[in-house]
């Protein structure tokens, strides 16, 4: 239950919302009081409330939507480095989440100018391309887009395992190795944000990869949607 403070700063503000919302008063997603109120209930200054909600924010533990309110805002259940390697279906394991898979569509397409770059110099007649919405205990979390050598891995060799880095290496008798990745935030996309349910302020993150075996073959290109809420990515970096 929430408590009067009587008195106290933005920190002491900051620190009474923070173990509310861990006490599971305020829940993800749930709007909070209007300043006035939260001022109010608390008995502080409604500029210490302005404060503390604006740290809040900056911690990414309160979302502000324009013209609606302050929110809660939901935790990723997932954080992992980026460095580390793997398939969408290991990430979604290692969050304790069961990993499912649903097929938007499966297609040959012709290589396009920025294919040819990427894949050189490997010569693509045909690319086996795979769109899919990749689940978390049957929630959808992250969009794939993936293109692979028709002539490596067919459609119908693809489809029939949940990973293709699981395909690649059981089919194509191929291991990816390592990959170079490129990651972007962008906004509302029209097309993935509903299907992923993502609210209309809501951030993905882009993670575009190409991915290589030992050997230095580039095999596969894949560009990942993942839901903000729900991923966060983390370099480790190091003093050389």
Known sequence: MISNLNSGSAITVVQHIKKLIEDGYYKEKEKLPTEYELAKDLGVPRKEIQKAVAILEEENILIRRPGVGVFVHAQPILSSGIEQLGSVTEMIKQSG???????????????????????DPVEIEKF?????????????VVYCIDRIDHQIL???QIQREESIFQALKTCAKKEIDYAIAYIEPIGYHERISPILNCEPDQALLLLRQMHYTKDNEPVLYSANFFRADVFSFYVLRKRM
């Open 97 to 119: 989440k069961k990993p499912g898979v649903q097929y938007i569509s499966a297609e040959l397409t012709e290589p396009t100018d920025e294919d040819k770059r990427r894949f």
């Open 128 to 140: 086996a391309q795979l769109e899919r919405v990749r689940t978390a205990d049957g929630e959808p």
């Open 154 to 156: 067919p459609l119908e």
